[in-house]
């Protein structure tokens, strides 16, 4: 009798999981607000960067209206907050702000000492080298002789001399004290090699003199994958914040975007059906509405525009999808499926 009472309650929990949304606190308030609140850069060119009249756009810039489509029903009810690596912990914890949507590297001291949830990889980063045309080099193990600009205690200047002392690469040190000072090195032909995370050397290539005499090495000798974060102790928030990630994977892997979303609403196909909401769990898990994901896609994209428009071909930036291509087209980006 006490193994049936015990199945009995069992399955009872079961059942509540898919007909009631784990709890949302920080969707709540976003709905009561009536807008989302998104941490961002103070200005990255290709991520999160504002124009002169203050409108901004990027990649991460994309994912909260996302987010703000899934949970609102309108990509633009979304206040762009710019914070430094310094303020936006506090933002997060405080509450000043419901995400941070950066260049922050997924660590483990993020997940545990700093009480952060990484939603997902939005973009798969690392350290690469920007380096001057005229040396004819299309890697880095070519770079014997070269002129190397590494900013004094910096960990990708640290990095770097490993990775070129591992391959017994021979070159001449120039110190920095800062960015704008391989800049300049670089640009009057002091220095032939400047170094940082991939996503930030394009951004630095746009300001170089001249951008056409520059190139970005294939190599990325650093692991630093980033994407959305929220704080813990939310998991609704969490996972609303993943899938909607997610919904952005999954719909260009279908071949769904927002110029066929409204054609794939005919679809036979189960994996289009439940992306859009019309059959399968929809949002009630979500605790938003039925079409949330097809909304994603409409107002803002799949993962594959929002990638073309701010940092790949259809961008200034021109960066190729290298990693961040869907696992079937020579890299290793996908989602779980939307079942």
Known sequence: MIT???SVTA????????TAPLSAITLEEVKARGELNCGVSTGLPGFSNPDGEGKWSGLNVDICRALAAAALGDAGRVKFIPLTEKSQMTALQSGEVDLLSKNIAWTMTGDTALGLHFAGIAFFDGQSLLVRKK??????LELIGAAVCLQEGSAYGARLQAYLNEHKIVYKLLSTANTAQDLKEIAAGRCDVITGRRS???????KTEKPEDMMILPEVISR???GPVVRQGDDGW???VRW????MINAEAYGVSSATVEAAKLSAEPNVRKLLGLEGIRGKGLGVADDWAYQVI??????????????GINSPLKMDRGLNGLWNRGGILYAPPMN
Not at 11 to 18: G, N, P, Q
């Open 135 to 140: 040396l004819n080099v299309t890697s880095a």
């Open 4 to 6: 049936i009472l015990r």
């Open 298 to 311: 409409r107002q803002v994209g799949n993962y594959g525009e929002i990638f073309d428009r701010n940092i």
């Open 11 to 18: 399955m009872l929990i079961v059942m509540a999981c898919f």
């Open 200 to 206: 930030e050397l394009y951004g630095l290539l746009q």
């Open 224 to 226: 630093e994958p980033f």
């Open 238 to 240: 969490f996972n609303l």
């Open 244 to 247: 909607t990630l997610f919904a």
